[in-house]
T-cell receptor, first 113, second 114 residues
Framework: DQQVKQNSPSLSVQEGRISILNCDYT??????FLWYKKYPAEGPTFLIS?????DKNEDGRFTVFLNKSAKHLSLHIVPSQPGDSAVYFC????????????FGKGTLLTVNP | GAGVSQTPSNKVTEKGKYVELRCDPI?????LYWYRQSLGQGPEFLIY??????ADDSGLPNDRFFAVRPEGSVSTLKIQRTERGDSAVYLC???WGNGNNEQFFGPGTRLTVL
């Protein structure tokens, strides 16, 4: 039973264009959402997060949008660069005293020069 | 200064053997997590420590898995009577544990059970 779903296993975009990665969740108790980026043979690296009290958070080229009513979030990367090529994981947590993360299966982003 | 480190980076063992995986968190981080990532999946939660105590071990798949953090820093994940299905990348993460949900991950240990 996947509580966090990333339905696109892969995405390919041209350098300079926008990359949009999508994520859906089913657990209404989730109140904090994160995106992690992972290169082969490395651990996931934190990218950006958003609290459920917000609908948008921006950090440089990265913006995360949250639609609570649809239980949907997305990560926008503009402009995309070849170095952005990696697996992107969406993760969620219910907060409180235990911050364990529930991850999606990931989306492999390839940015072509 | 250093990030989360995990040793060994790779471990190959035979079915039925015992293995220990080590995690050195970022200095000062009170919260420590173990996750397991199987091929084609995202990381799955195993256990969470706050200080020395296991605050949540609900993700451990069965009683062959056990983890300790005796001094509130280094943690060891122990797997008894390994099975082929235990093959995966075992990830450790740490955080300040003060409400900041950003977890810093180590590079993982790739466990292969033959």
């Amino acid at each position: 039973d996947q509580q966090v779903k990333q339905n696109s296993p892969s995405l390919s975009v041209q350098e300079g264009r926008i990359s949009i990665l999508n994520c859906d969740y089913t657990n209404s108790m989730f109140d904090y959402f994160l995106w992690y980026k992972k290169y082969p043979a490395e651990g996931p690296t934190f990218l950006i997060s958003i609290s459920s009290i917000k609908d948008k958070n921006e950090d440089g080229r990265f913006t995360v949008f949250l639609n609570k009513s649809a239980k949907h979030l997305s990560l926008h990367i503009v402009p995309s660069q070849p170095g952005d090529s990696a697996v992107y994981f969406c993760a969620a947590t219910g907060g409180g005293s235990n911050y364990k993360l529930t991850f999606g299966k990931g989306t492999l982003l390839t940015v072509n020069p | 200064g250093a990030g989360v480190s995990q040793t060994p980076s790779n471990k190959v063992t035979e079915k039925g053997k015992y293995v220990e995986l080590r995690c050195d968190p970022i200095s000062g981080h009170t919260a420590l997590y173990w996750y397991r990532q199987s091929l084609g999946q995202g990381p799955e939660f195993l256990i969470y420590f706050q200080g020395t105590g296991a605050a949540d071990d609900s993700g451990l798949p069965n009683d062959r898995f056990f983890a300790v953090r005796p001094e509130g820093s280094v943690s060891t994940l122990k797997i008894q009577r390994t099975e082929r299905g235990d093959s995966a990348v075992y990830l450790c993460a740490s955080s300040w544990g003060n409400g900041n949900n950003e977890q810093f991950f180590g590079p993982g240990t790739r466990l292969t059970v033959l």
